[in-house]
């Protein structure tokens, strides 16, 4: 998960690219075949789209009476989005920056019933304004462009090559039009032949139309661009919307793990302690009567065995508190608790721990110990493994990404650990889950098996976290 | 209560500082200290100031709980540290709930023995109670069984070489017991722990130390090695 590619990506501007009239011009240059040939393809798939969408829609609306209709529309809906992605997808030939994703869903995570999955669509505005662009705005300017692009190329390349075409035409006596213009400007082009005057204007408008041709497809290409950065791309609202979804989602999974963690701590508590307390108040009550009977030894008896109990319900409450909050991890933090969790391994463990993981929240410092601790009980009885490395760090915060804390628990044994249902990986991915981090796997056949746990780390004071997303 | 011939102890008169922030364990552990003879020289809910109220009440033994105000983290082991440095003369019994290794480590590191670590279940026991503050109170090392079978269970390989009676001797010697006491314990003659203990030492490859204390350090090195 130590994607560094982000970073490089969208590294500050360190060296400007040369300025100047000629360098910039030699850029828009660059860009022109790629415009040019978007535009020209635009147009194709602009008539496709106002050709499929408008009948479907219309015939969708027309049968909304009927029920049949409203399949009919989403339909509709989910062509208007694949032609759309389509355009976004061609886009890229411009070599503008790439428009991002909208948000396809923005349902609570658990609105999944019939009539919600189908209508989704119909409640997206994504949808409607992909169907709008398809529909309507995009063949309108694609027609514009595409008029324009053909008009600039055949005049600009046509141009700069009548000399040689021009050869070939068939004339007849009304073909000359170069002998009227010399006749119509005398000052201008007197005594000069008609084929003279043809390939001059012509090489003149060629020149003209190629000279401005990369500014006309690069201003072309960005108004498509704009247009569908508009109505094709994310909204600013989509990052709230993905950032709810993302929370809900998170806060059930943390909600079902913390949900069974209690009815089984419920369980032990009523199975043992509770049993032997019971048991207990039993068992003074008998030690009375002996005593007031004054039968001691029967009494002493009592009390041996009172005590017992006693010490058994202390073990067994000692047990399971250790099961909820582990007592290192509450007094001195994770990392002492990751090197006590390490030490008490039946397998030699090396442990690589940040000293800064000690700043995580409480919750975090529990999920990531219980994490670990099932991960090292597993490598000792499943792995076949003769050592284990248990590494936790802080990754910090970047412009673009939140802070994480990653742990990775790496063991040499024979591999084959994988997520299945009711697994106690998938167990712990949803707890992982629950902090909104991941659980990643790798344990090819044969080993070794590295585990890691990636939670991001809420930035200190400032939710800043929706602008972190992009 | 009468003063029992039967729990009257060789240690009657032997001053005791108590700091126990649970007024229901306090109570409990005072009127402990009377049936064994001991005095109360001073119970308190907090550890401020230990060295000076340790001084103050002229203690030959403070014992410590672990959770303590104002956070209730380890408050009890920082505090018996403390002591350990500024009073070495004093024994210091150290009581919790739990028992954790790394406490184990940090309480013996600080000083030559004297000191003791042991669960809060141990002292329903009156003549294991006392046995502790005897044995810390001569400069002995106690350390709870509890803790010594955690911190060996990491070990299984070197350890699968000891023969069964080694183990339990092993145990015993980790607890900060004396030759004497081990015999006395597993049914053996002196003669026999102290052969055992000599090839646990060569089977473990470790450095035959004196006094009891430099034993149970030489077994938390152990098992702390990889």
New interface residues.
Partial sequence: MTTTTTDTAVAPPQQRPAEGFWATYGRWWVNAPGSALYLLVVFVLAMTSIGVLASFFSTGIGLLVLVIGLPMVVLTLLIARVLGVVDRFLLRLTGLPQIAEPEWNRDAPDANGFWMTLTRPIRNGHYWSYLVHGMIVNPIISTISFALTVAWLSVGLGGLTYWFWGIFLPRGDVGRWGQYVADFMPGLFGGWSWWAVEVVLYLVAGILFTFTLPWVMGGLARMHHAIAQGMLGRWPSDDLAAEVRAEAAARGLAVQAEDAALRRLERDIHDGPQQRLVRLQMDLAALQRRAEAGDTDAAAELAREAQFHTKAALDELRALSTGVAPPLLQDRGLGAALNALGAATALPVTLDIDPAVDTVSPEIARTIYFVVAELLTNAVKHSGASEVTVRAAIRPATPQTQAMLDVWVVDNGHGGAHMSPGHGLEGLRDRVAGLRGILRVESPYGGPTTIGAHVPLPAPGAADTGTGVR | MMADPRTETPDAGLRVVLVEDSVLLREGLVRLFDEAGYVTAGAFGDADDIVARVRGAQADVAILDV?LPPTF??EGIKAAITLRAEAPDVGILVLS??V???YARELLAGGDGGIGYLLK?RV?SLEEFTDAVRRVREGGTVLDPLVVK??L????DPLASLTPRERDVLELMAEGRSNASIAERLFIGVGAVEKNISSIFAKLGLEETGSEHRRVLAVLAF??R?
């Fill in positions: 959770r983290r380890d709930q739990y954790e290794g790394l279940d329903t955690e911190l269970a990491a070990r299984p098992t702390q990889s």
